[in-house]
């Protein structure tokens, strides 16, 4: 590899010096590009991690809400009922009216969480900073060098 510097001979024209210039820059991308792959793929494995413990986390809290959501409805149609009356006349609210409220109020609730995980995800960056940052600098260098 470029690792070591080493001292042209003095025989050595123009076009062998910019030759080995070309072959040094050549090889100064390939390392940053299997930085680039090494750092993608190191995101990448976290992020698949923390995607399976989220879809778990989802999954379960889904079906935690489905059940509150049918525990709210019973609820609120049992509160409904005037005391001291049977829940087989049913005066109280229908049964659909219960649904709706308990809906409504999911539906507020989930577009806020969503909303917030929407901002999260656009503040995230995919790109692998540390590669970016290390061409920022080698081009500085490439540029300031001459």
Not at 76 to 104: M, R, Y
């Amino acid at each position: 590899m470029a690792n070591e510097v080493q001292t042209p001979p003095e025989q050595a024209g123009t076009a062998d010096l910019l030759r080995g210039i070309i072959n040094d820059i050549g090889d100064l991308f390939r390392q940053e590009i299997r930085f680039a792959r090494t750092e993608f793929k190191s995101d990448m494995r976290l992020t698949v991690r923390a995607g399976t413990v989220l879809t778990f986390g989802v999954g379960t809290a889904v079906l935690g809400a489905l059940l509150l959501a049918l525990m709210l409805v019973h609820l609120i149609k049992w509160l409904s009922l005037p005391a001291g009356t049977a829940p087989e006349v049913d005066p109280g609210l229908p049964l659909w009216a219960c649904h709706g409220i308990v809906s409504a109020v999911f539906l507020v609730v989930g577009s806020g969480v969503t909303y917030a995980g929407v901002k999260m995800f656009q503040s995230f960056n995919p790109l692998p900073d540390e590669t970016a940052e290390s061409v920022k600098e080698n081009v500085e260098w490439m540029v300031n060098s001459k």
